[in-house]
T-cell receptor, first 113, second 116 residues
């Protein structure tokens, strides 16, 4: 299976702290994406990092990709209560840029005020 | 429309009944996907449509599940003779075709299906 696996399964922090979530995957990829899900409904695309990129930033989000270790991390800096959600990494089929995505089980992040 | 629209948002049905779930993707997105998510679980791929190509149905769990996409736009997921294990949130997403600006999926808000 190409499914990514997020780690940890759950993370609980105070507002203002940084949150780091990790993702590991099994096959070579063209890109890796991170999504957020609030309250078990639709997911929101956060950021996409290509296989030739090592780091990418978007606002308070920082994503890294290590293709040699087949892993990625998502860092949320200066977290807020509104960041409370589940976070998923997703990868496309080997050799594909998009199409079907494989999602992990997610990390449940809780940010306490 | 501005986003991916799914209807109904909630559906309660009796075991054995058929249900239809609808997805209206973003205009211009040629790819459409159906996933389902059981409570506390990740997303399970069901089916993928890309333009006029034959759909990738490899994720459909049984022959009770079928989906169609008419005119390259709206899609309907049909579950026949529903079972309790079909209870889940069914999520639809759309995207540009692979290679046409890779910006990820846009998801709808989902249909929460409860089979009683």
């Amino acid at each position: 299976s190409q499914q990514g696996e997020e780690d940890p399964q759950a993370l609980s922090i105070q507002e203002g702290e940084n949150a780091t979530m990790n993702c590991s995957y099994k096959t070579s990829i063209n890109n890796l994406q991170w999504y957020r899900q609030n309250s078990g409904r639709g997911l929101v695309h956060l950021i996409l990092i290509r296989s030739n990129e090592r780091e990418k930033h978007s606002g308070r989000l920082r994503v890294t990709l290590d293709t040699s270790k087949k892993s990625s991390s998502l860092l949320i800096t200066a977290s807020r209560a509104a960041d409370t959600a589940s976070y998923f990494c997703a990868t496309p089929d080997r050799g594909s840029t998009l199409g079907r995505l494989y999602f992990g089980r997610g990390t449940q992040l809780t940010v306490w005020p | 429309g501005a986003g991916v629209s799914q209807s109904p948002s909630n559906k309660v049905t009796e075991k054995g009944k058929d249900v239809e779930l609808r997805c209206d993707p973003i205009s211009g997105h040629t790819a459409l996907y159906w996933y389902r998510q059981s409570l506390g679980q990740g997303l399970e791929f069901l089916i993928y449509f890309q333009g006029n190509s034959a759909p990738d149905k490899s994720g459909l769990p049984s022959d009770r599940f079928s989906a169609e996409r008419t005119g390259g736009s709206v899609s309907t997921l049909t579950i026949q003779r529903t079972q309790q294990e079909d209870s889940a949130v069914y999520l639809c997403a759309s995207s540009f075709a692979p290679g046409q600006g890779v910006n990820g999926y846009t998801f709808g808000s989902g249909t929460r299906l409860t089979v009683v």
